[in-house]
């Protein structure tokens, strides 16, 4: 950290900020330039990040170099993980595709759509039982019965799934029965919902606030490692912006930005950032192109009838071209398509996550 002294800034004023660090337990260097002085902060930085060095006199401003997350940064972890979903990998060798429907609805629209996923090439499933609504008078999701429903429409599938969790009061049922927990956007900086996620032992999907930046962002997967949990995934799930012609507007510079900071894998949705089902390939296309670990798409047997998200689902006719679209471009970034890796199955791959 830096401090940069007002251009007036006595030298009482500086004794002041050298104190207080040294009083913190770090060194302090001033530097006296013929304008502004600067002093340069070493030792633990937790301890300087409480200090109000802002509002001490003849402060003017008080700069961070290092970043503020610790367990996330790839500073302390310089290889990019891998996060295992069941025997499912997301990780930087391969693209993984996710697929199923955005919210589980009747049996057969499930088993229908986790078929279809199935068939594209995914090798984990997502459904939502519990929903983030913006309105309260939409479908809310079916919530238990909806998560059993894709439990069993996963194990007959032999593919494990992801499934969001909106409170903290529900995260030990859907962990007991899901894969991978996921963390929506709305709920990214609902910081207890993060400390309970992390400590349910599964591996999380955190997907990216509506108006979050990316250092707001990869703080809220610091909040889930600081329980001990390391298998996070982020998830760039478009922004909101003032474009109305897409849902939201997709962040393709968030992929190599959070993997400059971060070693978590990060995955694209190209689905509820385009809102249209005409997007979604090109989305997918220009999210493995930047370098996307993968790719998580709605899917639905009969759209038109939908309770959630109809118009941003592929359907049936789009099943082959999304298998190919991902196998090309994957090919083309250099990875392998993500298969499931059942060699490294323990017997129960429910229950196997791991970070690499
Ligand atoms: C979802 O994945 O179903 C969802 C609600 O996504 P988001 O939180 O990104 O809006
Ligand atoms: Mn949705």
Request: charged letters at 20%; glycine letters at 8%; hydrophobic letters at 45%.
């Amino acid at each position: 950290m830096v401090v940069v002294m007002r251009g007036g800034a006595s030298d009482v004023d500086i004794d002041k900020v050298v104190h207080a660090i040294t009083e913190a337990g770090g060194d302090a260097f001033v530097s006296r330039g013929k304008h502004q002085t600067i002093i340069g902060l070493v030792g633990d930085l937790t301890h300087f990040a409480e200090l109000p060095l802002h509002a001490f006199p003849g402060v003017e401003d008080v700069i961070r170099v290092s970043k503020p997350y610790k367990l996330v940064s790839n500073d302390a972890h310089p290889r990019p993980s891998t996060v295992w979903v069941g025997d499912s990998a997301i990780g930087r060798d391969t693209v993984t595709l996710i697929a199923g429907p955005c919210a589980v609805e009747t049996e057969e629209q499930a088993r229908e759509a986790c078929r279809m996923a199935k068939e594209a090439g995914a090798t984990i499933l997502r459904g939502g039982a519990y929903k983030p609504r913006t309105s309260p008078y939409s479908f809310q999701g079916l919530g238990e019965p909806g998560l059993d429903l894709l439990q069993a429409t996963a194990r007959d599938l032999q593919l494990p799934f992801v499934t969001e969790v909106v409170t903290p009061a529900d995260v030990e049922t859907v962990a007991a029965k899901a894969d991978m927990l996921q963390v929506g956007a709305r709920n990214m900086q609902n910081f207890q919902l993060l400390k309970e996620v992390g400590m349910a032992g599964r591996p999380v999907l955190l997907k990216r606030g509506l108006t979050a930046t990316i250092d707001e962002w990869i703080m809220a997967a610091e909040y889930i490692a600081q329980t001990g949990n390391l298998q996070i995934v982020l998830c760039e799930r478009g922004i909101r912006t003032y474009e109305p012609m897409t849902r939201n507007t997709l962040d393709v510079s968030a992929v190599p930005v959070a993997q400059s900071l971060s070693h978590l894998p990060i995955i694209i949705d190209p689905s509820h950032s385009g809102g249209r089902r005409e997007l979604v390939l090109p989305l997918i296309r220009a999210a493995i192109a930047v370098g996307a670990d993968g790719v998580i798409v709605d899917v639905h047997p009969h759209p038109e009838s939908a309770l959630v998200d109809g118009p941003q689902a592929l359907v049936k006719e789009d099943v082959v071209r999304l298998r190919e679209t991902v196998a090309r471009f994957a090919e083309a970034a250099g990875r392998d398509v993500a298969r499931v890796d059942h060699e490294r199955s323990t017997g129960a791959w429910g229950r196997s996550a791991s970070v690499l």
